[in-house]
């Protein structure tokens, strides 16, 4: 068989293999993504999604993001799959455990305040959550600054007599209740 392989003929046909490959593959589709070390398209063949495995062929995209995706339980080493991914995720709930036991308690809330705010799901969802945060947050920003509008003149005349006429009513209001309390002496007072 090695005698095969290093053969001229082996080599020739590999040759013309290799050649029909590269031929072919210019015309397949490729990954969709740009490359982070030049920003090029990148050149690696698209799988169904029209990303390569390098850049999300296998990760879920839309309502399954997040969500721990299970291996085929009809490949034949469908069980050892399991139970390595089932390690793994134990590995990884540990690790974060420790990792917030370790957390002072301003960390811990800020890494709560971002978890509830950076929460997972699909990116139209998430950009709608996005869009209410904001929203909230202008409408308590313009309740908690009071009006300023200019006062005219006579609005401010109007403003002064009406201050003018509470402090009367009060001081009337005042006296009637001194007078009541005289009355209410009784026959001893």
Not at 57 to 76: H, S
Not at 93 to 122: C, V
């Amino acid at each position: 068989m090695n005698t095969w392989r290093q053969s001229t003929q082996w080599r020739m046909i590999s040759r013309e293999a290799i050649k029909r490959w590269n031929a072919k593959r210019e015309t397949l589709p490729k990954c969709g993504a740009r490359r982070k070390r030049d920003g090029l398209p990148c050149s690696q063949l698209a799988k169904e999604n029209g990303r390569c495995h390098y850049h999300g062929g296998t990760t879920p995209k839309g309502d399954q993001w997040g969500l721990v995706q299970w291996p085929n339980g009809k490949a034949p080493d469908a069980e050892a799959k399991l139970q390595a991914k089932l390690k793994r995720i134990e590995r990884i709930r540990k690790a974060k455990a420790k990792r917030l036991a370790a957390m002072s308690p301003e960390e811990r809330q800020r890494y709560d305040q971002r978890a509830k705010t950076h929460a997972p799901g699909p990116a139209a969802e998430r950009a709608r959550r996005r869009d209410d945060r904001k929203r909230a947050a202008e409408i308590r920003a313009s309740l908690e600054t009071p009006d300023e509008k200019p006062v005219s003149a006579e609005l401010a005349e109007l403003q002064r007599q009406a201050a003018a006429l509470e402090e009367a009513r009060d001081h009337y209001r005042r006296l009637a209740e001194q007078e009541q309390a005289k009355q209410d002496r009784g026959v001893f007072g």
